[in-house]
């Protein structure tokens, strides 16, 4: 399935795979090839978890949180198309619509600012780190060389996802370099990220058009929490022997 072009193998679980096999499925060449692998377990919530392509956990993902509330749907693990999915940072609501999926993506904080390279980082937690930077045009921003080196720096013990944006006619505009995976379509908490600096150093308000390379979302505040609305579509359905995975 893909958000905005952002990718995933989207398996049934329970399943708890480990980080070769992650890898291994993720691989464009020699797997299917994702930007990370998203497991769906039944239950009443419904679980999600979700390792990016290099095999490590990621705390939250937008746009997965979006593939799984379709996913679910269309599978009748849930009944109506509003419910509550559990991910590894809580529960979080989802509404599932005919051509799109809100998300709830909880409390969305601005932590501090930092300096890298001479350029100003605002840095925001969306359940997961993220750094933004307000940059001329994205299209143009030398992302998959400045990103990898914010995304280690030693600031961020974690590391940290890395967001480019510009804000024109009411409009962000933005590239990412996702944690654990390089530079993606899209990326779902980033879009609440670039949204919140927006909000904050901007002064854009109401309802926030995020336009990625992977296409368009929607961010609003609301009751104290983001939400995040876009398309959720599937690429193609099969079966994946997991046993030649490692």
């Known amino acids: 399935m893909q958000g905005l072009g952002n990718d995933f193998v989207v398996i049934d679980g329970p399943l708890d795979l480990d ?19 998203l497991v769906v377990t039944a239950g009443n919530p419904i679980g999600m ?18 593939c799984v509330a379709r996913y679910a749907f269309d599978r009748g693990l849930v009944e109506a198309p509003e419910f509550v999915v559990d991910t590894p940072l809580g529960p979080r609501r989802v509404n599932v619509r005919s ?19 001479d350029a100003q980082y605002h840095l925001i937690d969306v359940g997961n780190p993220h750094a933004v930077t307000i940059v001329g045009d994205p299209d143009t921003a030398p992302v998959s060389e400045i990103g990898p080196r914010v995304e280690t720096d030693p600031q961020f013990v974690d590391g940290t996802n890395v967001e480019f944006i510009a804000v024109r006619d009411g409009r962000v505009s933005m590239r990412v370099w996702e944690r654990g995976v390089g530079e993606t379509r899209a990326c779902g908490t980033g879009m609440v990220a670039a949204a919140m600096v927006a909000s904050k150093a901007m002064g854009l308000t109401g309802v926030i058009p ?27 359905t099969g079966e994946l022997d997991l046993t030649d995975s490692a």
């Open 19 to 37: 980080r070769a096999q992650t890898e291994a499925i993720c691989d464009r060449r020699f797997g299917v090839g994702a930007d990370g692998v």
């Open 99 to 117: 051509d799109e999926v809100e998300v709830e993506l909880g409390e969305t904080r601005v932590t501090g600012h930092v300096s890298i390279d």
């Open 210 to 236: 995020i336009t990625a390379p992977g296409g368009e979302a929607r961010v609003e505040f609301r009751d104290g929490v983001s939400w995040l609305t876009g398309p959720a579509e599937y690429s193609f």
């Open 49 to 66: 978890e979700y390792w990016n392509a290099d095999g490590s956990p990621a705390e939250m993902c937008g746009n997965g949180l979006r």
